[in-house]
T-cell receptor, first 119, second 113 residues
Framework: QVQLQESGPGLVKPSETLSLTCTVS????????WNWIRQPPGKGLEWIGY???????NYNPSLKSRVTISVDTSTSQFSLRLSSVTAADTAVYYC?????????????WGQGTLITVSS | DIVMTQSPDSLAVSLGERATINCKSR????????????LAWYQQKPGQPPKLLFY???TRESGVPDRFSGSGSGTDFTLTISSLQAEDVAVYYC?????????FGQGTKLEIK
């Protein structure tokens, strides 16, 4: 059973860079697209972007100027960096997998980690 | 971006009754080369990540009870629960994966009447 686990600081100061890591276990990181999705408290879901295991990326244009997603296949981890954060970036951040064939959408999700932006 | 709009925003249904949630996309999510709608439905319970219920609009994910059904094509989609159970209380989201940026509906909160 594939499992994803987010890890990160929990609290980030305004204007600083948020850094999160997702560790994939129970399955291979190869062959899939790995995503970050966020959900502000009490609100809906926003796709941030994905990285293919090969390293190619695709970001949401609304965040593109501030987002970097990277992958380390040797450790089965992928990471998110979001720069110049503000209170509007406070959210639960999820990592998720896009299924292979058939393309089902997001078939596996991490439990999520709450990131609060505050001084 | 493909805007996804769900209706209603919230819904209260009696146990054992039918619940229907609608989702409309601003443009078609039907991929002509394989005749598949790139539309998924998720269920999210408090404190949990979303759980995939349906993909390709109507293909039930493994383990999802058959009281749940998905239908629709092109721009109009429906999630139906034929006989509401207490454990179905959740927020339901539709999502298009036809093109990036992937987008979600705003969610429909389903409660017991």
């Amino acid at each position: 059973q594939v499992q994803l686990q987010e890890s990160g600081p929990g609290l980030v100061k305004p204007s600083e860079t948020l850094s999160l890591t997702c560790t994939v276990s129970g399955g291979s990181i190869s062959g899939y697209y790995w995503n970050w999705i966020r959900q502000p408290p009490g609100k809906g879901l926003e796709w941030i972007g994905y990285i293919h295991y090969s390293g190619s990326t695709n970001y949401n244009p609304s965040l593109k100027s501030r987002v970097t997603i990277s992958v380390d296949t040797s450790t089965s981890q992928f990471s998110l960096r979001l720069s110049s954060v503000t209170a509007a970036d406070t959210a639960v951040y999820y990592c998720a997998r896009i299924s292979g064939s058939p393309n089902k959408g997001f078939d596996y999700w991490g439990q999520g980690t709450l990131i609060t932006v505050s001084s | 971006d493909i805007v996804m709009t769900q209706s209603p925003d919230s819904l209260a249904v009696s146990l054992g009754e039918r619940a229907t949630i609608n989702c409309k996309s601003r443009q078609s999510v039907l991929y002509s080369s394989n005749n598949k709608n790139y539309l998924a439905w998720y269920q999210q319970k408090p404190g949990q990540p979303p759980k995939l219920l349906f993909y390709w609009a109507s293909t039930r994910e493994s383990g999802v009870p058959d009281r749940f059904s998905g239908s629709g094509s092109g721009t109009d989609f429906t999630l139906t629960i034929s006989s509401l159970q207490a454990e179905d209380v959740a927020v339901y989201y539709c999502q298009q994966y036809y093109s990036t940026p992937y987008t979600f509906g705003q969610g429909t909160k389903l409660e017991i009447k």
